[in-house]
């Protein structure tokens, strides 16, 4: 099992910038992705990237606004988020898994999320 912690989370205008992290402990983490969930919205990939480095995108992340990075030797994931907009608010979830997936199931271990809020 892997316990996340997400943080970097906040209240912010648009426009603005986030960069939200995840610490991760407990076993290996092939695989680390960040989703997101809206109010009455199915939960919603947005990136991940592997181990070595290798970063799959969405059709929300491949707007070139988000940028998803992780420190291996602090075992920690982030997504830095420019150029914020109103309909970017979300519960924002890391998750760990063993191969690269968009899909939720997946993924076997998630964090509590940050919420991110995008005043207009």
């Known amino acids: 099992q892997v316990q996340l912690i997400e943080s970097g989370g906040g209240l912010v205008q648009a426009g603005d910038s986030l960069r939200l992290s995840c610490v991760a402990s407990g076993r290996s983490t092939p695989v680390m992705g960040w989703f997101r969930q809206a109010p009455g919205k199915e939960r919603e990939f947005v990136a991940l990237?592997?181990?070595?480095?290798?970063?799959?995108d969405s059709p929300v992340s491949a707007e070139e606004r988000f940028t998803i990075s992780r420190d291996n030797a602090k075992n920690t994931l982030f997504l830095q988020i420019n150029s914020l907009k109103p309909e970017d608010t979300a519960v924002y979830y890391c998750?760990?898994?063993?191969?690269?997936?968009?899909?939720?199931?997946?993924?076997?271990?998630w964090g509590q999320g940050t919420q991110v809020t995008v005043s207009s």
């Open positions: 998750a760990a898994g063993s191969w690269p997936s968009f899909r939720p199931n997946d993924y076997a271990d």
């Open positions: 990237i592997t181990r070595s480095g290798g970063i799959k």
